[in-house]
């Protein structure tokens, strides 16, 4: 059983269309993120979700779009897509973020804007 | 300054010797940090954690942290090839909305 899954793996696109990356993680854990990957390898926080309620929201154009419908499900959609959103979308989740919690991440949504 | 910070490398390090990675870290009220490896193509995944002053063993891997120098360290002994992959330090932050990421170490272990 996957602890957090997320859909689709690869997803190849042309720019300016509009696409969706799904996650659902089955830990009972309260706090959701999405985090970005670049070609350099940093992961950069995007979003945060705790029990439904969003808690961190970084500098993201506003074209990016997160919605939970419930704790254990948090969505990314993304609009007018750019070359520049071509990277690899993690979803992860934790029971919080504080000492003595741990991140458990997807396997990840490979993103190729053309 | 990164609140976390590590060495991107490349790390190289012969088969069976002994790989050492470090990280520095500017929040002083951090109480603990973890280490993740990415296999290439591939998400994180946890190797291993540390709360206190001192080392912690795993197997082949020891992490080490020092509180006073705001230093954390992985080391991995009897470097195996399937050792090679990006290293990454975590740690939460202290208002506990989120986990702040080191950049990683990239290793390779030359058989």
């Known amino acids: 059983d996957t602890a957090v899954s997320q859909t689709p793996k690869y997803l190849v696109t042309q720019m300016g269309n509009d696409k969706s990356i799904k996650c659902e993680q089955n830990l009972g854990h309260d706090t959701m993120y999405w985090y970005k990957q670049d070609s350099k390898k940093f992961l950069k926080i995007m979003f945060s979700?705790?029990?439904?309620?969003?808690?961190i929201n970084e500098t993201v154009p506003n074209r990016f779009s997160p919605k939970s419908p419930d704790k254990a499900h948090l969505n990314l959609h993304i609009n007018s897509l750019e070359l520049g959103d071509s990277a690899v979308y993690f979803c992860?989740?934790?029971?919080?973020?504080?000492?003595?919690?741990?991140?458990?991440f997807g396997e990840g949504s490979w993103l190729t804007v053309v | 300054q990164k609140e976390v910070e590590q060495n991107s490398g490349p790390l190289s390090v012969p088969e069976g010797a002994i790989a050492s990675l470090n990280c520095t870290y500017s929040?002083?009220?951090?109480?603990?940090f973890f280490w993740y490896r990415q296999y290439s193509g591939k998400s994180p995944e946890l190797i291993m954690f540390?709360?206190?002053?001192g080392d912690k063993e795993d197997g082949r891997f020891t992490a080490q942290l020092n509180k006073a120098s705001q230093y954390v360290s992985l080391l991995i002994r009897d470097s195996q090839p399937s050792d090679s992959a990006t290293y990454l330090c975590v740690s939460p932050t202290n208002t506990g909305n989120q986990f702040y990421f080191g950049t990683g170490t990239s290793l390779t272990v030359i058989p």
């Open positions: 979700y705790n029990n439904k309620e969003l808690i």
């Open positions: 929040d002083r009220g951090s109480q603990s």
């Open positions: 992860a989740s934790s029971q919080g973020a504080g000492a003595g919690n741990t991140i458990y």
């Open positions: 540390i709360y206190s002053n």
